[in-house]
């Protein structure tokens, strides 16, 4: 069992910038694969970026490259999402995501395990 717990969302001007966190506890939390998803009102989930279990590996999504990054601190167990040039479609509800067997998906089903979310607010 991994637990996951966000931080750092509010709201933000368009062209701003927000830095998320992901505190990931209990079974080794750096085995797991880690995505960030998101949720607008009306939407579906969607994948947003995703890093593999040492961090070597990164990747978005297309809505999101050059404006986003991605990364670990496997000592803290701490994920990371930061977000500059943000945008109002950017506004949603941010999940942390944690995948036990490596296999770097873009697709929410095969995640296990989910912290409770973040909003994440845009003004335009």
């Known amino acids: 069992q991994v637990q996951l717990v966000e931080s750092g969302g509010g709201l933000v001007q368009a062209g701003g910038s927000v830095r998320l966190s992901c505190a990931a506890s209990?079974?080794?939390?750096?085995?797991?694969?880690m995505a960030w998803f998101r949720q607008a009102p009306g939407k579906e989930r969607e994948f947003v970026a995703g890093?593999?279990?040492?961090?070597?590996?990164?990747y978005y999504a297309d809505s999101v490259k050059g404006r986003f990054t991605i990364s670990r601190d496997n000592a803290k167990n701490t994920v990371y999402l930061q977000m500059n040039s943000l945008k109002p479609e950017d506004t949603a509800v941010y999940y942390c995501?944690?995948?036990?067997?490596?296999?770097?998906?873009?697709?929410?089903?095969?995640?296990?395990?989910w912290g409770q979310g973040t909003q994440v607010t845009v003004s335009s």
């Open positions: 995501a944690a995948e036990e067997t490596g296999t770097s998906s873009r697709s929410a089903i095969l995640y296990d395990y």
């Open positions: 209990g079974r080794t939390p750096g085995a797991y694969t």
């Open positions: 890093i593999s279990r040492i961090g070597g590996r990164t």
